[in-house]
């Protein structure tokens, strides 16, 4: 799910950085396990800044619109969408920055972008003013695209799949404290959160300045072109080989089925079995548990042991089963029992990007991550709303039919169509690296 805006955040001269690390100017060298450290804590502190106002967003939209609960969910689905159509607009820009000026700059400016931002966020006196304040989040918030341009420098095609699982379980480390401690902050107040993550934002960003080395050396950037930088130019790039493109509908589809959590988790946990955000922070805390787990543990030992398209296939089908059961459970304790299925779902993202990676060289590494989260861009330019509006209508009083769960059944089914396009894209008995 961030990024940054990327003019140039001044670089330290060299007698300012730290000898142990290498300037952002030279070659990275062989992987080495320091550099994905680096962007692991980065990305952890990004999403842990990010998970603390999942549990309190939704309540300040309920909250100004006067506790209209159908008309509120409808207005968080537009937040959704505007943040992921700033998303679709400026991931590919960033992408080719970062091809052109580097990893490093994109990631800082991100930082101290999402820690401003969080800021008028907390003062906003109005909804349009927290939607404004969700756009700018929208802009400066691709910093998990571009580390995963870092990781791909850094690391040879065969071991990525694991190192990008790696990675999603920094982004589920976040999520382990984030939601969690946003829903504790919430109880003193639906601002607070929004306070702490400016700070965490604007540390971590320091913390970059001081700490994180550059991973692309000059030899392999790419010359800065509109062409590339713009979402239809960058799209371009995911059609330019037949296993590519497959690879990437997969991606999209997956993608808007994983919209379902953000726009009504929340609203349908609330409303179906009365949780309060202190509940919502736990419950989202599990699900980051058990996706660090799967992530961090599971997915390099599956890799190695399947191989990528297998676990891009099961991955998908566990994704699938544990949508159901959260669409079907009738009581708190049948929901929970689907959050470690769901969350064996992890097992294919990984997995998917690596074997993407692997179609793409060095200095095409951060357009392809551009291009992949303007992909989930537009997902979540539909995905919100069409979540948001069949959980709507799923609740109406004049429904013919009360289905609550409705929402994670057609993203179930979503993921049931992802699995089918998967393995009919991943045919080939090996895709070119």
């Given at each position: 799910?961030?990024?940054?805006?990327?003019?140039?955040?001044a670089?330290?001269?060299?007698?300012?950085?730290?000898?142990?690390?290498?300037?952002?100017?030279?070659?990275?060298?062989?992987?080495?396990?320091?550099?994905?450290?680096?962007?692991?804590?980065?990305?952890?502190?990004d999403?842990?800044?990010?998970?603390?106002?999942?549990?309190?967003?939704?309540?300040?939209?309920?909250?100004?619109?006067?506790?209209?609960?159908?008309?509120?969910?409808l207005?968080?689905?537009?937040?959704v969408?505007?943040?992921?159509?700033?998303q679709?607009?400026?991931?590919?820009?960033?992408?080719?920055?970062?091809?052109?000026?580097?990893?490093?700059?994109?990631?800082?400016?991100?930082?101290?972008?999402?820690g401003a931002d969080?800021?008028?966020?907390?003062?906003?006196?109005?909804?349009?003013?927290?939607?404004?304040?969700?756009?700018?989040?929208?802009?400066?918030?691709?910093?998990?695209?571009?580390?995963?341009?870092?990781i791909?420098?850094?690391?040879?095609?065969?071991?990525?799949?694991?190192?990008?699982g790696?990675?999603?379980?920094?982004?589920?480390?976040?999520?382990?404290?984030?939601?969690?401690?946003?829903?504790?902050?919430?109880?003193?107040?639906?601002?607070?959160p929004?306070?702490?993550?400016?700070?965490?934002?604007?540390?971590n960003?320091?913390?970059?300045a001081?700490?994180?080395?550059?991973?692309?050396?000059?030899?392999?950037?790419?010359?800065?072109?509109?062409?590339?930088?713009?979402?239809v130019?960058?799209?371009?790039?995911?059609?330019s080989?037949?296993?590519?493109?497959?690879?990437?509908?997969?991606?999209?589809?997956?993608?808007?089925?994983?919209?379902?959590?953000?726009?009504?988790?929340v609203?349908?946990?609330?409303?179906?079995?009365?949780?309060?955000?202190?509940?919502?922070?736990?419950?989202?805390?599990?699900?980051?548990?058990?996706?660090?787990?799967?992530?961090?543990?599971?997915?390099?030992?599956?890799?190695?042991r399947?191989?990528?398209?297998?676990?891009?296939?099961?991955?998908?089908?566990?994704?699938?089963?544990?949508?159901?059961?959260?669409?079907?459970?009738?009581?708190?304790?049948?929901?929970?029992?689907?959050?470690?299925l769901?969350?064996?779902?992890?097992?294919?993202?990984?997995?998917?990007?690596?074997?993407?990676?692997?179609?793409?060289?060095?200095?095409?590494?951060?357009?392809?991550?551009g291009?992949?989260?303007?992909?989930?861009?537009?997902?979540?330019?539909?995905?919100?709303?069409?979540?948001t509006?069949?959980?709507?209508?799923g609740?109406?009083?004049?429904?013919?039919?009360?289905?609550?769960?409705?929402?994670?059944?057609?993203?179930?089914?979503?993921?049931?169509?992802?699995?089918?396009?998967?393995?009919?894209?991943?045919?080939?008995?090996?895709?070119?690296?």
């Open positions: 799910m961030p990024s940054a805006d990327a003019d140039s955040t670089d330290p001269g060299p007698d300012q950085r730290p000898p142990s690390l290498p300037s952002p100017s030279s070659s990275p060298g062989p992987p080495t396990r320091a550099a994905l450290v680096f962007i692991f804590i980065t990305v952890a502190l999403m842990l800044a990010l998970g603390m106002i999942i549990p309190v967003l939704p309540k300040l939209v309920v909250d100004f619109v006067g506790g209209d609960m159908g008309r509120a969910a207005t968080y689905g537009l937040f969408t505007v943040w992921e159509s700033m679709f607009l400026f991931s590919p820009l960033l992408g080719a920055l970062s091809d052109r000026f580097g990893r490093r700059p994109v990631v800082l400016l991100s930082n101290f972008g999402l969080y800021v008028l966020m907390a003062l906003a006196p109005s909804l349009s003013l927290l939607l404004v304040g969700r756009a700018i989040s929208g802009i400066t918030s691709a910093s998990f695209s571009t580390a995963g341009a870092y791909a420098d850094v690391m040879p095609p065969e071991r990525r799949a694991g190192a990008f790696t990675l999603g379980a920094a982004f589920g480390l976040g999520f382990v404290v984030g939601p969690a401690l946003g829903g504790f902050l919430g109880t003193l107040g639906p601002r607070v929004f306070w702490v993550a400016a700070s965490l934002s604007l540390a960003a320091l913390y970059g001081f700490i994180l080395p550059e991973s692309l050396p000059l030899h392999r950037r790419a010359p800065f072109a509109w062409r590339r930088a713009n979402p130019g960058a799209l371009l790039l995911l059609s080989r037949p296993e590519l493109i497959g690879l990437a509908m997969v991606s999209f589809v997956a993608n808007l089925a994983h919209f379902v959590l953000q726009s009504t988790f609203l349908y946990a609330g409303y179906r079995y009365g949780w309060d955000e202190r509940t919502v922070g736990l419950s989202l805390a599990l699900v980051g548990v058990c996706a660090s787990i799967v992530q961090g543990g599971l997915v390099r030992h599956v890799v190695a399947l191989g990528e398209r297998p676990t891009l296939l099961v991955g998908l089908l566990f994704g699938a089963s544990g949508f159901a059961t959260y669409g079907l459970a009738p009581t708190s304790a049948f929901f929970w029992f689907g959050i470690p769901n969350a064996l779902w992890g097992l294919a993202g990984p997995a998917a990007q690596g074997l993407m990676s692997r179609q793409v060289g060095p200095s095409e590494q951060g357009q392809l991550q291009a992949l989260a303007s992909l989930a861009a537009i997902a979540g330019i539909f995905g919100p709303t069409m979540f509006a069949t959980f709507a209508r609740i109406e009083p004049s429904s013919r039919i009360h289905v609550p769960g409705a929402p994670f059944l057609l993203a179930a089914s979503l993921l049931l169509v992802a699995a089918v396009l998967a393995a009919r894209a991943t045919r080939r008995p090996r895709l070119a690296s």
